[in-house]
């Protein structure tokens, strides 16, 4: 049995070595990472272009036909949604695991985009790789010509 430990009568320099002692490298390697299997949130990139915005979000192991990307002009937000599956393999011929960081299951992110305009009709994504990719134009910003009416004559 470990030695019995009154934290009443330790200082604080004494509690940040013991607290040092049990998350140590050599502790936390003993046991096996294991990551969730709820929901987690896709990593994104948000880029301002000359004439776009680029939205690209990392969806490895998601197929294109499980996601889903709306555009909610009273918020100004871009929202991803979708899921993905958990492929393993066979559990019969697993021995031992050892180390689990992937995520998988639901997943949902919701973007707000800068204040500026943009041409929501024109918005387009494609997706390769396991990477989302959205297009966010900006509205046209050619010159116009204003005319002048006469109203002397």
Known sequence: MGKKIDFFWLGSDELR??????????????????????????????????SRLVLKAELPGVPSDAIE???????NTISLRGHREENQGSEE??????????????????????????????IRAHFRHGLLIVLIPKPATEPKTITIENKDV
Do not use: C, H
């Open 17 to 50: 070595v013991l607290y040092q002692e049990f998350v140590s490298e050599e502790f936390t390697s003993l046991r096996p990472k294991v990551a969730n299997s709820q929901s987690w949130e896709p990593k994104i990139d948000l880029i301002e272009e000359t």
């Open 93 to 122: 011929n697993v021995v031992g695991v050892y180390q689990l960081e992937i995520l998988y299951g639901d997943f949902r992110r919701s973007i707000r985009l800068p204040n500026i305009p943009i041409d929501a009709a024109n």
């Open 69 to 75: 990307l709306s555009y909610d002009a009273q918020k």
